[in-house]
């Protein structure tokens, strides 16, 4: 299983990439020019607010951008490599996993590089917690490949599922404190957020950047056991998923 997810992760870097140098720059550089848009205006936006813009911005887009490419990387992983499904060596989860493996070490490079600028530059400064931040990352990760795994074995069931999934993950967006605090955010809607496990992780990186308590009603109890619960399900539907293609 290790050497074809290997193999696997090879040729979906070889293919994403072109086999050239630029293709791997232009991964790094696209992101980094969201982010630093987003700080660039955040910037005139929260000026004498006594808030660190680059750290600020830097764990709520990462974080989110992980997730949400992560996940949209393993929804359609599936169409993707349906060609290799025919080879007996390769299972779907098998490309799954190399398909996820692939998109999460651009973000944490990509995070590295975008904060050691900036701290060349005066305007951020290094984790307080570094091992903290990492593992978010890889919570985020693991996260995004279990809703991946769970809405891809849904829509492979049920296709009309495609759109409401679309929506779903709008929801997730607007709702994991991307942007702001969740100290900022009145009852009750914040009570309602705080059902976001995505939410939890962004308030953890950055109270693990910036050496700061947690708000209140943000654990890290909450956001494994719903990375758990939702990974045994995709991976109990996905199996369901192979077997109804079968029968078909």
């Known amino acids: 299983m290790l050497r074809v997810i290997w193999a696997l ?12 140098a630029v293709g791997a720059v232009w991964a790094l550089v696209e992101p980094a020019l969201l982010i630093l848009f987003f700080a660039f205006i955040f910037s005139f936006v929260r000026v004498n607010s006594g808030i660190d813009v680059i750290p600020f911005l830097l764990c709520g887009i990462a974080v989110v951008l992980m997730f949400r490419t992560t996940a949209g990387r393993v929804t359609g992983g599936r169409n993707a ?25 651009k973000w944490v490079l990509v995070s590295f590089i975008i904060n050691f600028v900036a701290v060349l530059l005066g305007v951020s400064y290094w984790p307080d917690d570094g091992m903290a931040c990492l593992l978010v990352l890889l919570g985020v990760v693991i996260l995004g490949f279990a809703w991946g795994v769970t809405m891809g074995s849904l829509i492979n ?6 759109t409401p999934n679309f929506i779903i993950n709008r929801a997730w967006f607007y709702t994991s404190g991307t942007f702001y605090s969740i100290d900022v955010v009145p009852e009750p809607m914040r009570s309602y957020m705080l059902y976001n496990p995505l939410l939890h992780f962004v308030e953890m990186g950055r109270a693990g950047f910036a050496g700061t308590d947690l708000p209140e009603g943000i654990n890290l109890g909450y956001p494994v056991f719903v990375t758990i619960a939702l990974l045994a399900w995709g991976l109990i539907l996905e199996r369901n998923a192979r077997s109804i293609r079968r029968r078909a």
């Not at 025919?86 to 398909?99: F, M």
């Open 9 to 20: 992760l090879m040729l979906e870097i070889t293919s994403r990439y072109s086999r050239y």
């Open 81 to 105: 490599n349906r060609n290799l499904l025919g080879l007996v060596q390769v299972q779907a989860l098998d490309a799954l996993i190399a398909r996820a493996l692939a998109e999460a070490p």
């Open 157 to 162: 069931i049920f296709p009309l599922l495609e």
